[in-house]
Structure formats: structure tokens, C-alpha cells
């Protein structure tokens, strides 16, 4: 049975990605540069891309003085960002059938929280797995599987939710039941690995995942095929 809902948070909770995309725009628009957004986009949900963000700027930029402008723009496009669709929903309804829930994620606890606590979702998860947590990030499975430590639970007990296909295959790895919910940034990604795919948060029933993935609302049952709603 299902037991526990394990979200990621960058792009599925607040759309972050988007926000630090368009600040590095900024930036670029500030002074002058062109701006390869298809470039940046490529780099959302993929921990292993390596790119120089400020190449168009040339060799001899002053490249920790165009990070603290992207940061400032960050910052201000961060603190507008509204919870994504379905989001509140979803956690209402876990609460209503005493599942845990857990947050899981490839950036830092200051950035998970500091968002989290401004947005008043904070006190809904009561595992916070986060990047400085374990030895390597998503795709690897480690912080899922240490979030699953801490509620004393096993892969299949649990539903995943995920924007990006790094997040969704570390949860895939970790042998967790996975919904996959992209964003703008992240619709272009591979999920054939994952069970569902959605729209956003606001096209998942609770009730019938909990069926068709062997919940306290029916029997387990088989793993379905991979689809999209």
C-alpha cells in the first residue's frame, strides 16, 4: 500500500526554473548581450549539464559581479512565484488520508525552506531531503532513498513527483511509484520511465493513484504502463 508522497520542489512546487532562467535574461538584456535561451533551457533538470552562463560575455567578464546581478533578479522574480497548480490540493488530500509526505530535492535546505516557509507550506513536510543531505544528487536515488529511511518505508510504498527527467529517474531508482508533472522548462524531457505523466499537480486524483498504484483506497496492483492524462 501506499504509505507516503514524496515531492521535488524546483519547478514542481514554485516554478523556479523558469524565474532563474529569465534572470540570467536580465542580465544579458541589461548589457547589451544576446541571450540563448534554448541553451539555458537545456541545463533545467540536468545536475551533470556544465555550461558557462556568462560566455557571451567574453573571457575577461567580470563574471562574479554578473552573478550577483542575476542573484538580485532571482530574488525578485522568486519572491512573486505563486504555488503551482494542484500543489495545495494534493497535500490536502494526503493529509486527509494520513499519508507522510516529504520533500525531495537537488538544491540546498536554506532555498527549500526559505520558499517553503514564505508560501506557508512549510509545516506540511515532515522529511526534508535536500541537496547537502547525502553524498550525491539526483539522478542518483540517494536522497530518495534517505527520505524513505526516515519514514521507515520501501520504494513501492511511496509516490514520487517530479518535473524533470533527473528527478524522476532518481525516484525511478529508487524504486518508487513516479508521476511525472513538467513544467515549461522541463516539457521537452524524456519520462518514458516514469508511470503517469500530467499536465500539472491539478490533473492528479489522489484517490485513484492510490488505486491503480496499491493504496488504502483499494488493492495493490500491477505496475501500469507509462502514459500521459
Keep these: 500500500m501506499i504509505r507516503a508522497l514524496l515531492f521535488d520542489f524546483d519547478g514542481l512546487i514554485l516554478d523556479t526554473e523558469s524565474a532563474l532562467i529569465a534572470a540570467y535574461a536580465d542580465v544579458h538584456a541589461v548589457h547589451g548581450v544576446a541571450f540563448d535561451h534554448d541553451r539555458f533551457l537545456r541545463s533545467v533538470g540536468h545536475a551533470d549539464y556544465a555550461f558557462d552562463p556568462w560566455q557571451g560575455f567574453g573571457p575577461r567578464a567580470d563574471r562574479a559581479a554578473l552573478e550577483l546581478e542575476r542573484r538580485a533578479c532571482n530574488r525578485t522574480r522568486d519572491e512573486q512565484l505563486p504555488v503551482l497548480p494542484g500543489v495545495t490540493a494534493l497535500l490536502d488530500a ?3 488520508r494520513s499519508l507522510q509526505v516529504g520533500l525531495v530535492s537537488n538544491s540546498g535546505h536554506a532555498h527549500c525552506e526559505r520558499h517553503l516557509a514564505r508560501v506557508g507550506l512549510l509545516d506540511r513536510f515532515a522529511v526534508l531531503a535536500c541537496r547537502e ?5 539526483k539522478p542518483a536515488p540517494d536522497l530518495y532513498r534517505l527520505a524513505l529511511g526516515r519514514f521507515g518505508r520501501r520504494g513501492h510504498e511511496a509516490i514520487a513527483f ?3 527527467h533527473t528527478g524522476s529517474l532518481a525516484a525511478r531508482r529508487a524504486n ?5 508533472a513538467p513544467n515549461p522548462t522541463t516539457a521537452h524531457h524524456d519520462f518514458r520511465h516514469v508511470h503517469l505523466v500530467v499536465r500539472s499537480l491539478a490533473e ?3 484517490a485513484a493513484q492510490l488505486r491503480q498504484f496499491g493504496g488504502p483506497d483499494g488493492p495493490p496492483g500491477a505496475a501500469p504502463a507509462p502514459g500521459r492524462t
Excluded at 176 to 180: C, D, K, R, Y
Design 94 to 96: 494526503a493529509r486527509d
Design 133 to 137: 543531505d547525502a553524498p550525491l544528487p
Design 162 to 164: 517530479e518535473d524533470s
Design 176 to 180: 518508487l511509484w513516479t508521476v511525472a
Design 204 to 206: 492528479v486524483d489522489l
